[in-house]
C-alpha cells in the first residue's frame, strides 16, 4: 500500500507545521521504515523555532551522538527575539485594547489608521509588529497565540501583501489548533480573496517567498488555489459538513480545472467525500439525526466524479477511483468487489480518511446493492453477501438493515426461506419516459438557435475581411 501513498505528494504544497501531523500519522503505519519517518520529521524541524523537539528528534536519528551546540545558541537567540517582538507588539495591543479605542474605530482602515496615529502616535509600521510578533510565535509552536496577534494585524493594516500572509497564518493555526468553525469561514475568506483575481492578493502566496516572482498573476491565482486546495482537506475532513462543502467547491468549474491541471491526485478525496456523501445525498439518515439539506451538486456527484475519473485515468488512479470507475463505466460487480478490498486498506492508511473507513464502506456497500438491485429482479443474499466482502450472516442482516432505511421497502421483498430479494418494480409511465427524455430539449433548442444565430452574423464579417485580403494581394500577385 505504500505506492498509494500521497504524504510525499502533498507535503509540498503545506506549511512544514501542516506536514507534522501527516509524518506522525505515517510514523503509527508500517506503510515506510520508522527511520526514514525520523529523519523526515527532524528535517523539517530543524527549520523552525522547536529547539526542543528538534533536539528529541535529532537523538533518535542520531542515537548516541551529542546534541550540536548550535540549538542552545539558537534558542538564546531565539529567546532575545521573541521577548523584544513581544514589547513592541504589546504597545499596540495597549493601545487598541483600551475601550475606548475599540469604540473609536471603524470599518474603514484608512479612517482607523489616522485616528490612531492622530490620537496615539501609532502608524502602520508599528502595527506591522503584531504580524512579526504572530508570525514569530508560529515559528516555536504556539499556534494560538499566533492566531490572535495575526487577527488584529489584519484588522488594522492596509498592506494587502502582509494580509494575506497573514490569512495564510492564521487558517492554519485554525488547523493546528482544531478550531474547524473558525477555520471553515477562514477558508471561505482566504478563497474569496484569491478568486477576486487582486494582482496584489495574487502576488502573495502560502508561505512560499518565490510566489513574489511569478510573472503572471493567472499563475500566481492556479498556484494559489493549488495550495488551498490541499489545506482545506484539514478543514473539510474535520469539520461535521465537511464532505458535502468539499464536493459543493471542488466539483465547480474553477477548482476541477485547478485540480485537473495541478494536482489530480485529489480525486481521491473528491471520490471518497462522494461515497461518504451517498446515503445522506439519497436522504438516509441515521435514527435520531436530524437531516440537513444537500445541493443538487452533492446530490448527483457520483455521476459528475465518474466523469472526471474516466477523463482523468490517464493522469491518476488509485483503488478509489477504480471502484467508481469498476462500478459505473465497467458496470464490473467482481472488479470493483476487488478494487473496495484494496480502497479499505488505503482508506485505512490516509491521514484524511482513516477516521472515515467503517462510514466508507458501508457507504461503498450501499452504492453496490444500489446498482445489483437495480438491474436485478431476483437476488441471490449470499451472492450479494460476496460482493459486498461480507460473510453470509454479516451480509444478510446488512442487506435487512438497509431495505429497512431505503426506498427498497416498498418495492423489494426478503424471502428469507429461499435466502433472497424480491423486486418489483412498477413500470415507468409512457408519458413519464417522454418527459424524461425531452426535458431539456427546449433549453438546446435555445442553445442551438443562439449558437446559428452568431454562426450568422459572423459569416458576413468573414467574408468581407477575406475580399479585402484578396484585394491587397492582387497587386503583388500581378507584378509576379
Known sequence: MAEHDLSKTIIPYLDRHLSFPLLTHLAETSLFPAEQIQRAQYELAKGTNMFDYSASLFQMVYPGEPVPAEFDVKRQEVVKTNERLQQEAQAVLDVIENPDVAQALRQDKNQNLQYLKDNYDLTLDQITALYNFGQFQFTYGNYSGAADYLYHFRVLSTDNERNTSAHWGKLACDILTGRWDVALEELNTLREAIDSRNTTLLQATATSAAANNLPEPALAQLHSRTWLAHWSLFVYFNHPQGRTLLLDTFLSPTYLNTIQTSCPWILRYIAAAAILSRKAAAGITPAGAAATPISSK????????????????????????????????????????????????????????????????????????????????????????????????????????????????????????????????????????????TRQLAVRTQALGVAVSRAGQAAPQQQQQQQQKEVKEAPAVAVA
Not at 484494496?342 to 461503498?364: I, T
Open 298 to 437: 452533492v446530490r448527483h456527484a457520483i455521476k459528475e466524479v465518474v466523469k472526471v475519473i474516466q477523463t482523468e485515468e490517464y493522469q491518476y488512479s488509485d483503488p478509489v477511483t477504480n471502484f467508481l470507475k469498476e462500478l459505473y463505466l465497467e458496470f464490473d460487480f467482481e472488479a470493483a468487489q476487488r478494487e473496495l478490498g484494496k480502497a479499505e486498506e488505503v482508506v485505512g492508511n490516509d491521514f484524511f480518511l482513516n477516521e472515515f473507513k467503517d462510514e466508507f464502506l458501508d457507504n461503498a456497500r450501499y452504492l453496490i446493492s444500489e446498482a445489483y438491485c437495480r438491474i436485478h429482479q431476483k437476488i441471490d443474499i449470499a451472492n450479494l453477501s460476496e460482493r459486498l466482502n461480507l460473510s453470509p450472516e454479516e451480509g444478510e442482516k446488512w442487506i435487512v438493515n438497509l431495505v429497512r432505511e431505503t426506498r427498497m421497502g416498498n418495492d423489494a421483498k426478503i424471502d428469507l426461506e429461499k435466502n433472497v430479494i424480491e423486486i418489483n418494480r412498477p413500470p415507468l409511465p409512457v408519458y413519464q419516459t417522454v418527459i424524461e427524455k
